[in-house]
């Protein structure tokens, strides 16, 4: 079966670089269809937390709201097809409503991830994976505040 990717988003991190990514309609018509409507609506950038020792990957938060987030959590991630942190690849974004969780290498982590949401074009793999890492030194080196955007790729 050949997947079908229509709709793009796009990611700006610190250091400049943009790529984009294919939402992954198909599989996860919900959480894609909520990514979307936020990259269209969103007024602020996503906050980065890299943890320093859960491998190739950060979330990036939206400002959380007044109430918490009870239907997707670590414990119960949401999702059609959640998938284990060690089974991710670079490139996987997972949203979850509150989150976008950014891989750009292997993840440490033994528990269930989510599920992927979107995946980052082939042809940006590179620079998105540098730009991943210097996201990493914002919080290792620089100890500064690192953000993302992500909007609509408009074709």
């Given amino acids: 079966m050949l997947l079908q990717f229509t709709k793009k988003i ?13 939402l992954w309609e198909e599989q996860e018509p919900e959480l894609t269809k909520s990514l979307w409507e936020f990259a269209e609506n969103h007024k602020f ?3 980065c937390h890299s943890t320093l020792s859960t491998g190739g990957s950060f979330p990036a938060f939206i400002r959380p ?3 918490p987030n ?4 670590l414990a119960n991630p949401v999702g059609r097809h959640k998938i284990g942190y060690t089974s991710l ?4 974004l997972l949203w979850s409503g509150t989150k ?7 993840c440490t982590e033994p528990s269930i991830a989510g599920a992927v949401t979107a ?5 940006d793999m590179a620079k998105y994976i540098e730009a991943c890492i210097d996201v990493w030194n914002h919080t290792y080196y620089y100890h500064k505040l690192a953000t993302i955007d992500v ?4 074709a």
Wanted: charged letters at 30%; aromatic letters at 10%; zero cysteines.
């Fill in 10 to 22: 796009r990611i700006s991190f610190p250091n400049g670089t943009v790529v984009k990514a294919a």
């Fill in 45 to 47: 950038p996503l906050v």
């Fill in 65 to 67: 709201s007044r109430s």
């Fill in 70 to 73: 009870t239907t997707s959590h």
């Fill in 89 to 92: 690849k670079a490139g996987d």
């Fill in 100 to 106: 976008l969780y950014v891989v750009y290498g292997f």
């Fill in 119 to 123: 995946r980052v074009d082939d042809e």
């Fill in 151 to 154: 909007k609509r790729e408009e």
